[in-house]
């Protein structure tokens, strides 16, 4: 290779390469060790869950599970598409609606489970949606309803009618940006007075405030979602306030501020419930580049359980659940299916119960609802003198305790070092061939080349429906 040049600049050249390789090497593995022994120490054991397979009537077809919720009993609500799917021909170029003329779903897309027994106690909902999307119920059982097909907001009293909401905001079938107007939101929060806010949504990138009547308050936000945006971005990271897709929010009522999660964009805007400044923002290179829920709770000073889904970017993460602390924007816990044949695929939305001793997360597809379970003390450490990898393939520890070393982290490091060990010893060869004169064949040193590896990247123009639904 360099022997054109000679073999004094040869030598020189590959000893120079030799150590480069070396040194890059050991910065892997320092970056490793060191994200590594951070996770460790962070990890608490009070978001220690386990996964409940098959909990679910196994006789209830379900469409693509679009939301779940707890309601006021504790028992957690299903809403589903039924036989309906969001697909290329389901919209317009204006975001209109195109088979209406199908009718709504026959099926009934809310289904009341009890979370101990599984059983469907009770199911509504039928021949009213086109398009669920978020489901939140109040501390009043009040259902509130996103429907990105109607384009529609309802509040829904079941106590009084599954059939006739108690309120309707935004006008059917047609997609708008003025104040009484929506397009395709996704999702509500309501507030211990009354008052509550709508993401809206797909299109108009903002949030709305409405007070208990249903009397617009304030309006916050613009829309930066690459594909329906009509401005150029400013160059740099994107500044608060600014939504891809504002994909589901969560109230933190000890803090008074609502959290967004702002799907594309792979991160948590939190604002001042008050008056929608921004408070605070949370991310994490772990969780990749799209968020697809969020969750709050108050435990440990104010942690967010947070879903990603499938990432479109290089360097993807796997599909997990988080737990992020408010408090030192770092994951101190994950969730995810101890199966890999269950494993997830196309989460979109979570329910965490108000103890936090359940999660519920809901797949669009394939068409399942996972259930975890808090784990307790006696659990953990029986589990944890039995085998070496705990159910969920991560360690438990006690808050008192750093953990012990995450298998799958250990498992980076390990390929790190190998990676550079192998590098470094066909470096060495190449060295050897070249500086020994015994390497000679009839005088004549041999030419030898490093075989070139190619790298297939994934194929990053994707559809403007493989970005816009995933939904």
């Known amino acids: 290779m360099f022997t054109q040049w000679g073999p004094a600049y040869s030598r020189k050249m590959l000893i120079w390469l030799l150590l480069t390789c070396v040194i890059i090497g050991e910065q ?79 099926e009934s897309t809310l289904l009341v489970v009890n979370n101990q ?52 905001l935004g006008r059917a079938f047609q997609p708008g940006s003025d104040i009484h107007s929506f397009c395709k939101p996704t999702s509500v929060a309501v507030l211990d007075n009354g008052d509550f806010f709508v993401a809206d949504g797909y299109c108009n990138g903002r949030i709305m405030k409405y007070s208990s009547d249903g009397r617009l308050v304030l309006s916050w936000g613009k829309n930066s979602f690459v594909l329906t945006i009509s401005y150029k971005l400013p160059k740099g990271p994107i500044p608060e306030n600014f939504f891809a897709i ?87 816990a994950r969730f995810f299916p101890n199966n890999p044949q269950l494993a997830f695929s196309n989460p979109h939305e979570l329910a965490v119960s108000e103890n936090g001793n359940q999660i519920y997360v809901a797949e669009l597809s394939p068409t399942v609802v996972h259930k975890f379970k808090r784990k307790n003390v006696v659990q953990r450490f029986s589990q944890q003198s039995q085998s070496p990898l705990s159910s969920e393939m991560f360690p438990v520890a006690t808050d008192s305790k750093t953990m012990e070393e995450n298998p799958y982290t250990s498992t980076l490091m390990i390929v790190s070092i190998v990676g550079s060990l ?50």
């Open 246 to 332: 504002p994909h589901a929010l969560t109230y933190a009522a000890d803090k008074d501020i609502l959290c967004v999660a702002d799907r594309e964009q792979g991160r948590v805007q939190c604002f001042n419930a008050k008056d929608g400044t921004f408070h605070s923002m949370y991310s994490h290179p772990q969780i990749g580049s799209r968020i697809f829920s969020v969750k709050y709770s108050p435990m440990n000073g104010g942690v967010l359980y947070i879903i990603n889904g499938p990432q479109f970017t290089n360097g993807t993460r796997p599909i997990q659940g988080f737990i992020l602390s408010m408090q030192s924007n770092q994951i101190i």
């Open 422 to 471: 192998l590098t470094t010893s066909c470096l060495l060869f190449c060295v050897w061939r070249t500086i020994c004169p015994s390497s000679t064949v009839s005088g004549r040193r041999p030419r030898f080349s490093t075989a070139v590896e190619n790298i297939s990247l994934r194929n990053l123009n994707h559809s403007e429906q493989e970005l816009r639904e995933t939904v």
């Open 117 to 168: 027994t599984g059983t469907v106690i009770n199911e509504w909902g039928s021949n009213f949606f086109y398009m669920p999307h978020g489901l939140t119920i109040d501390r009043n059982d009040s259902y509130w309803i996103t429907d990105v097909a109607m384009h529609q907001v309802f509040k829904f009293n079941p106590t009084v009618s599954t059939t006739e909401p108690a309120l309707a």
């Open 28 to 106: 892997q593995f320092e970056t490793v060790a060191d994200s590594n022994t951070t996770e460790a120490h962070l990890w608490n054991s009070d978001h220690d869950y386990e996964y409940v397979p098959e909990w679910f009537p196994s006789n209830r077809t379900l469409g693509s599970v679009s939301a779940v919720a707890f309601d006021a009993s504790g028992n957690i609500v299903v809403f589903h598409r039924g036989s309906h799917v969001w697909d290329i021909n389901s919209f317009d170029q204006q975001n209109r609606y195109l088979p209406i003329s199908r009718g709504p779903i026959v």
